[in-house]
């Protein structure tokens, strides 16, 4: 079946520290989202991207769509500690509209 | 008040019970999904459905049913709770397309 394959698992890094992780596929997607998971509540939509080679920014995030249509990578410069969460990588499942496959998630942690 | 309410925040119930996890939204959204969430495993489709009389199984169905009473309204239910169903369950709302909305989960624990 469907799967999103993210990386790293997790990160531990210094404030200040450029963070970069990514999400491969293994079948053709027509778009790609990333969400953040805050401690104790749900994650919350950060980014959407809907076409091959698409570079979108939300303030200090940045993710691309990769040209393969089966990738995606999000950047975020200068961390601050509330960049802490989990980051989902996620994209449309099974073929229909609307429902979405979620990678595993890359869990940042942020040293002050 | 959020958007979309999960009741209860926390529920610990004994295997072998029925329970039922409820889901409201004030987003108007017509679509309704249930996930379930499981430390390094990210979020599991368990159910979906795109308008009151729309109920679809997603990845994980096995063990769950829901009833969507209103288009508000989305509830999973578990009918005999086992202890491998200990999880974050997260209801979500979309108008369209991927867009959703997180309720703030519910932690079950079944012992």
Not at chain 2, 2 to 14: L, S
Not at chain 2, 59 to 75: C, H, L, P, T, W
Not at chain 2, 79 to 108: D, H, K, M, V, W
Request: net charge positive; hydrophobic share 30%.
């Amino acid at each position: 079946g469907q799967q999103l394959n993210q990386s790293p698992q997790s990160m531990f890094i210094q404030e200040g520290e450029d963070v970069s992780m990514n999400c491969t596929s293994s079948s053709i997607f027509n778009t790609w989202l990333w969400y953040k998971q805050d401690p104790g509540e749900g994650p919350v939509l950060l980014i959407a991207l809907y076409k091959a080679g698409e570079l979108t920014s939300n303030g200090r995030l940045t993710a691309q769509f990769g040209i393969t249509r089966k990738d995606s990578f999000l950047n975020i410069s200068a961390s601050i500690p509330s960049d802490v969460g989990i980051y989902f990588c996620a994209g449309p499942y099974g073929g229909s509209q609307g429902n979405l496959i979620f990678g595993k998630g890359t869990k940042l942690s942020v040293k002050p | 008040d959020a958007d979309v309410t999960q009741t209860p925040r926390n529920r610990i119930t004994k295997t072998g019970k029925r329970i039922m996890l409820e889901c409201s939204q004030t987003k108007g959204h017509d679509r309704m999904y249930w996930y379930r969430q499981d430390p390094g495993l990210g979020l599991r489709l368990i159910y979906y459905s795109f308008d009151v009389k729309d109920i679809n199984k997603g990845e994980i169905s096995d063990g769950y049913s829901v009833s969507r009473q209103a288009q508000a309204k989305f509830s999973l239910s578990l009918e005999s709770a086992i202890p491998n169903q200990t999880a974050l369950y997260f209801c979500a709302t979309s108008i369209s397309g991927y867009g959703y909305t997180f309720g703030s989960g519910t932690r079950l624990t079944v012992v």
